[in-house]
């Protein structure tokens, strides 16, 4: 099919995902065919940065020979075999590496190491299941009453029913309220939209004892917190302040519940470290893992927890403390070799070490965008970004949603050569791990380019 012929086709037949699908018959769209590095090349030959990483998931660009060559050689072995009643090499090689750099509990914290590792093949699910655990754990230690669930105001962690229910994103989640279960929710440290001040101090003094609030008062009911720590991250790239995720540790041992971190979109370096977690030396009861998981290669996710955790499910078989979870394609092995390769690539290239002059290039080149009139936060959390646009600077008025600001920008950045995606008014900017300084500036100077012409 040539290019007029894929775009017919795909308009005919295809429902994209999170899309305007009346506004996709009229809109261009690139048809990717190829990779090469940090670029994606369209079926005319144009490329483009990969600015947003293949939403959030890409690390170490495209057609990387490592991966390539780990996928290839499991596929002379065998594609896929379950995991329910047998294993295989690739998964158990992978669970050992990822229990061996899972954040590690300090001296003296009473954190638990986390040692076991369930897979799932996306980040929805690696949260699904870490909610039925956090559930059905106080069940079985009988604690009955430990059923709710507190979530974070602005949270994100999937689309699937139960991830949904622990969202806070009114805009996707709204319409399905009346299918979700209850949860109990405190509000984010949104320092930028915090009603009674943007003091980062107060803000996350009041954030926090809402949270030792609603805490306190349900302790008896409440089995988990679940948070995507440091940076929440479809939210807009709302950050929290230093100090933050300790205190939540803190105070779900106080008051005996679970902290859950959804570290989907943090994990796999995109903070400056391995894991979010480790900013703070925090460590979660539970802890999800998919999108940098397999390098951005295929669909792969992992929930880890405690030994304490895991012990509540053992029992004689009659007594069905089973965790009844698992679906078809369960720890694929070729998933699971191309998660190897990266956990490899880390390792060898010093990855996290190199990324940090990038993360310092990125914070101080981001300065000069506060120059433009429609800009008015940046934040940042190493390579993950958020640039909140606002019609007026002085009293922070949003653009009107028909306006589609963001869209208008990355539209712009296309056209420069650069893959972006906005969330609402925000503009993010989330490039691979591996992107180089070079790249890195080019990607900078297109996004502040199209914010200009975009917003002028
Ligand atoms: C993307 C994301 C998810 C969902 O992952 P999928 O693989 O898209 O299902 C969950 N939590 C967070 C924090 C995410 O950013």
């Not at 037949?13 to 940090?38: L, N, S, Y």
């Not at 940065?49 to 499991?74: E, M, T, Y």
């Not at 030396?281 to 999108?291: C, E, H, R, S």
């Not at 990125?362 to 993950?384: C, P």
Request: with cysteine; aromatic share 8%.
């Amino acid at each position: 099919m040539n290019k007029a012929q894929l775009v017919s086709s795909d308009r005919k037949h295809i429902w994209h995902p999170f899309t305007q699908m009346r506004d996709w018959q009229e809109e261009e769209f690139p048809v990717i065919e190829k990779g090469a590095g940090c670029y994606l090349i369209d079926v005319d030959g144009r490329r483009y940065l990969d600015g947003v990483s293949s939403l959030w998931c890409n690390v170490f660009g495209h057609r990387v020979p490592a991966i390539d060559k780990a996928v290839k050689r499991q596929l002379g072995k065998i594609a896929h075999t379950t995991f329910l009643g047998l294993s295989h090499p690739a998964a158990i090689e992978l669970s050992e590496k990822l229990i061996a750099i899972a954040p590690k509990p300090s001296p003296g914290s009473g954190d638990r190491p986390l040692t076991r590792v369930f897979y799932s093949d996306s980040g929805s699910e690696s949260v699904e299941i870490a909610l039925k655990m956090a559930y059905q754990y106080w069940q079985q230690r009988g604690q009955p009453k430990k059923k709710k669930f507190v979530k974070l105001t602005n949270a994100y962690h999937g689309d699937t029913i139960g991830s949904v229910s622990v969202g806070g994103i009114d805009l996707f989640h709204q319409i399905y309220r009346p299918l979700l279960f209850e949860t109990l929710e405190v509000p984010s440290p949104y320092r930028y939209r915090w009603p009674a001040s943007d003091d980062a101090e107060q803000v996350k003094q009041e954030s926090l004892e809402m949270m030792e609030k609603v805490l306190r008062e349900n302790a008896e009911e409440v089995a988990a917190l679940v948070m995507e720590p440091l940076m929440q991250g479809a939210a807009g790239m709302i950050d929290q302040p230093a100090g933050y995720i300790s205190r939540a540790r803190e105070l779900t041992r106080k008051y005996n519940t679970l902290l859950i971190f959804d570290e989907v979109a943090t994990g796999f370096g995109r903070t400056g470290k391995l894991f979010a977690a480790e900013h703070e030396g925090v460590i979660p009861d539970i802890m999800t893992v998919a999108k940098g998981l397999t390098g951005g290669y295929l669909p792969l996710a992992a929930t880890l927890t405690t030994e304490r955790v895991y012990e509540a499910f053992l029992g004689q078989y009659e007594d069905f403390k089973t965790f009844f979870h698992g679906h078809t394609y369960t720890a694929n092995p070729l998933a699971c070799a191309a998660a190897l390769a990266t956990l490899e690539l880390f390792k060898k290239d010093r990855t996290i070490e190199k990324l940090q002059p990038k993360i310092a290039l990125l914070r101080k080149r981001l300065q000069d965008f506060y120059k433009l009139d429609a800009v008015g936060d940046i934040r940042q959390a190493g390579t993950m970004i958020g640039i909140e646009l606002v019609r007026d600077k002085r009293t922070r008025a949003e653009f009107a949603p028909k306006e589609k600001i963001g869209v208008r920008v990355i539209e712009l950045a296309r056209k420069k050569g650069a893959i972006l995606r906005p969330l609402g008014p925000v503009i993010v900017l989330m490039p691979p791990l591996a992107m180089t300084e070079k790249e890195l500036n080019r990607l900078l100077d297109i996004a502040y380019e199209s914010i200009k012409e975009g917003t002028e």
